[in-house]
């Protein structure tokens, strides 16, 4: 199987990015300010992930949608942004973060769209239903490769390989 594998190299990662419309202001300048809170704008998905995450919203014709850890708020915008009169109900723990998000949800036109509870998952999001055809998404669950290394058991990695089971 891993000849059919396509490795992603500074390259082709340019090529793809070239080939693409970039993000929209907001984000552009979301991801911007996220990169100056330093190494733990690593958090931040990808713009390549918030295109993604864009798609699919509207592939499904989602309504409603659930994001637990909202950071700073580039996946909720993603998502937020492509639900017609649709909502987003975003949990999350640092009120430092979220801060940020709150003023590009705002930005974005999106903050009545998006409700955004500093809690932990099961306190701010009780119960959350699927509906026929609906989809749960993980992010991270690889943890940048360290789950498939068996000597790795730090606590983050750990933490992945329990989320990774599906």
């Not at 996220?34 to 690593?42: D, M």
């Not at 958090?43 to 950071?71: D, H, K, P, S, Y």
């Not at 239903?129 to 750990?158: E, H, K, M, Q, Y």
């Amino acid at each position: 199987m891993q000849e059919k594998l396509t490795a992603l190299t500074p390259a082709l990662y340019d090529y793809l990015a070239a080939h693409n419309p970039p993000p929209d202001p907001v984000l552009r300048d979301l991801a911007a300010e996220t990169a100056a809170l330093g190494s733990i704008s690593r958090m931040q998905i990808a713009v390549e992930q918030g295109a993604l995450l864009t798609f699919l919203a509207r592939l499904l014709g989602a309504r409603r949608a659930v994001e637990i850890g909202a950071f700073t708020g580039y996946s909720a915008i993603s998502l937020a942004a492509w639900l017609p009169d649709g909502r987003l109900l975003c949990c999350d723990l640092n009120d430092g973060w979220t801060a940020i998000a709150r003023r590009y949800f705002a930005r974005a036109g999106l903050a009545e769209r998006i409700t955004l509870r500093i809690a932990p998952a099961i306190e701010g999001a009780p119960a959350p239903r699927l509906r026929p055809g609906g989809v749960i998404g993980f992010d991270n669950v690889l943890w940048g490769g360290s789950v498939a290394d068996p000597a790795d058991r730090s606590d983050d990695t750990v933490a992945s390989t329990a989320g990774a089971a599906f």
